[in-house]
């Protein structure tokens, strides 16, 4: 089956600017969690959404944000972006929110803020 | 809060040897769950293993086991027989029953042929 599809791969956004990146869950999965990671800050968690609902939010100012589609496809927006922001941004999703099962990643979106 | 460390940065093995990498984490929680993800460069994060916490027995995988001490908050990876294509990074991951999915720092592996 198809696995984690994060569109998409490469981005380069100007400061200020604002970008919306994609990720596709396994068919089936209905969590989709979202994650940043840079070499100084290691994997820092974003949000989380099961049902079109933010189960879990990380501790990003409000510029950062996301959503769910009813067939569980999920966005993340950043809005008046920052050096700062350059990142890989990693989608993942399970079967359901909560409990012990393995997360699936995407390949992720390298966002290059200049 | 929970948190996860992984104390070596770097490690390094030879084809065919064993190597363990190490983790610890900090939790008041009994309900959880441990993971370990491999990241190599093409930067998608794979699930190599995982344990649930109520389980005494360490999780195995093929070559890929665990040592898992509940008490000792402690959380090893030992992987046998290293292949080339083992040489990644190495995060190990905790998760309570309805919260998020806590990353380590990471641990760069090496293999040499």
């Known amino acids: 089956k198809a696995g984690v599809t994060q569109t998409p791969r490469y981005l380069i956004k100007t400061r200020g600017q604002q970008v919306t990146l994609s990720c596709s869950p396994i068919s089936g999965h209905r969590s989709v969690s979202w994650y940043q990671q840079t070499p100084g800050q290691g994997l820092q968690f974003l949000f989380e959404y099961f049902s079109e609902t933010q189960r879990n939010k990380g501790n990003f100012p409000g510029r950062f944000s996301g959503r769910q589609f009813s067939n569980s496809r999920s966005e993340m927006n950043v809005s008046t972006l920052e050096l700062g922001d350059s990142a890989l941004y990693l989608c993942?999703?399970?079967?359901?929110?909560?409990?012990?099962?393995?997360?699936?990643f995407g390949s992720g979106t390298r966002l290059t803020v200049v | 809060a929970q948190t996860v460390t992984q104390s070596q940065p770097e490690m390094s093995v030879q084809e065919a040897e064993t190597v363990t990498l190490s983790c610890t984490y900090d939790t008041s929680e009994s309900d959880y769950y441990l993971f370990w993800y491999k990241q190599p460069p093409s930067r998608q994060m794979i699930l190599v293993i995982r344990q649930e916490a109520y389980k005494q027995q360490n999780a195995t995988e093929n070559r890929f086991s665990v040592n898992f001490q509940k008490a000792a908050k402690s959380f090893s990876l030992k992987i046998s027989d290293s292949q080339l294509g083992d040489a990644a990074m190495y995060f190990c991951a905790y998760r309570s029953a309805a919260d998020k999915l806590i990353f380590g720092t990471g641990t760069r592996l090496q293999v040499f042929p």
């Open positions: 993942a999703s399970t079967l359901i929110s909560g409990g012990g099962y393995g997360y699936t």
